[in-house]
């Protein structure tokens, strides 16, 4: 009989694919999964991860600071924001990173992180960001952190709206097994599209605990030929 033990140590581990993860390290691991797809694919891609904390994504940065060798590793760097407004300027910018050919990759792929209120300060910065559009190698996913009830906010929040006004489709993962999922379906649908694209996470789904597949090839994607991200259109 196989051996199926599950430790912690493999939550990071891609060579292991049912793995324990919670909501926020399965963030981590979708970054490394996503430079592990790009390297089997013949990329070579840096990953950029940087956002302002607040529950129910309260516990990104700490969850990525203990990530750090494995992130480094992969070429992934993480830089807590001052606010959230800094941290989508700051993506806008990786995504021009190899316009003019000096960049030092073919492309950088992005995590923005904030809680709901976060969303609300950045629109403007959002919205830009979104019609400048994005590499065809790098992508961006918006993880926002929204508190329908209130529990542990000032206010009620419920980003979609703020997304949908601004141009961006929206991932809603049911547990973590779909954070991973879509979490890769959000990076190919980014650099498809040329949009950012939300990934909606609440405490339901991003503070539960779950054994899943973590097989950065449980899903493959089929592109069509149109290419509408900003490389294809200058």
Known sequence: MANTSIKLDDKYNLAESNVLLNGTQALVRL???????????????????????????GAVDFQMKRAAKELEASKIQFKEALNEDLAT???????????????LHDG??????????????SGDAMRHANMAGTSM?????????DDHSGESS??????????IDAGMPILSPAGV????????????????????VGLKTMKDTIEVTSVVDGDP?????KEPNTVLNVEALI
């Open 217 to 221: 090839f449980r899903l493959e994607f």
């Open 108 to 121: 950088v792929f992005g995590l923005w992180y904030g809680k709901g209120p976060g969303v609300d300060r």
């Open 31 to 57: 970054m490394l999964g996503q430079k592990y797809r790009d390297y089997k694919s013949g990329l070579n891609t840096a990953g950029f991860v940087t956002g302002y904390r607040g529950s129910p994504l």
């Open 137 to 145: 190698h790098g992508g961006v996913l918006m993880a926002m952190g």
């Open 177 to 196: 097994q779909e954070i991973l999922d879509y979490g890769h379906y959000g990076f190919a649908l980014s650099r498809f599209s040329g949009l950012w």
């Open 89 to 103: 300027t700051a993506l806008w910018g990786a995504q021009q990173a190899e316009l003019r050919g000096e960049g």
């Open 154 to 163: 000032t206010v009620l929040h419920q980003s979609d709206l703020a997304l």
